[in-house]
């Protein structure tokens, strides 16, 4: 069975400082691909970042980067000098490849930057 | 590139009413999913369609619901007899059939209040 788990349901950060927002996944598959989405009170998801399972090197999208290490099936989302605008809801997915086209979620990290 | 769009964005109905909600993908997207996120959690699957067809539907699809993704172009998601526990946000989101990962485009939802 397929999991995304997220252990933090709230984080605060001082504008300007980084975040690390925590998720641990469990799968058997080898292929597979996690993102991570961030929900604004307004409701909509919007997609952050993607790393690939055989990904080696760590993926950037500006000031978010994801921490991935596979022995530990975690795939840390890192938020360097955080902004008012990045609170929102975080969530983690998994997609599997070999097991349909599924996106698994977590339960979401609320963060919130303090000015 | 409109975005994917969901009309309406709310819905109150009383129990036992039937409800449609519809669903606009990005126009290139061939693939198009439908998930439930109720306060506090993630997103959860429902269903997923690639063109017309519908190829995965979640054991949460009970008998009440039904979607269709006629010409392969907008979706529609029907609740009927509706229940207090329908009460959910419902997302739709839309992706490309390609090589690598390409991240689902989701829509603001459709809130449901059922009373």
């Known amino acids: 069975a397929q999991k995304i788990t997220q252990t933090q349901p709230g984080m605060f950060v001082q504008e300007k400082e980084a975040v690390t927002l925590d998720c641990t996944y469990d799968?058997?598959?080898?292929?597979?691909?996690l993102f991570w989405y961030k929900q604004p009170s307004s409701g909509e998801m919007i997609f952050l970042i993607y790393q690939g399972s055989y990904d080696e090197q760590n993926a950037t999208e500006g000031r978010y980067s994801l921490n991935f290490q596979k022995a530990r099936k975690s795939a840390n989302l890192v938020i360097s000098a955080s902004q008012l605008g990045d609170s929102a809801m975080y969530f983690c997915a998994m997609r599997v490849w070999d097991t349909g086209n599924q996106f698994y979620f977590g339960t979401g990290t609320s963060l919130t930057v303090i000015p | 590139d409109t975005g994917v769009s969901q009309n309406p964005r709310h819905k109150i109905t009383k129990r036992g009413q039937n409800v449609t909600f519809r669903c606009d993908p990005i126009s290139e997207h061939n693939r198009l999913y439908w998930y439930r996120q109720t306060l506090g959690q993630g997103p959860e699957f429902l269903t997923y369609f690639q063109n017309e067809a519908q190829l995965e539907k979640s054991r949460l699809l009970s008998d009440r619901f039904s979607a269709e993704r006629p010409k392969g172009s907008f979706s529609t998601l029907e609740i009927q007899r509706t229940e207090q526990g329908d009460s959910a946000m419902y997302l739709c989101?839309?992706?490309?059939?390609?090589?690598?990962?390409?991240?689902?485009?989701f829509g603001n939802g459709t809130r449901l209040t059922v009373t």
């Open positions: 989101a839309s992706s490309l059939t390609a090589t690598g990962v390409p991240p689902l485009h």
């Open positions: 799968t058997s598959d080898q292929s597979y691909g």
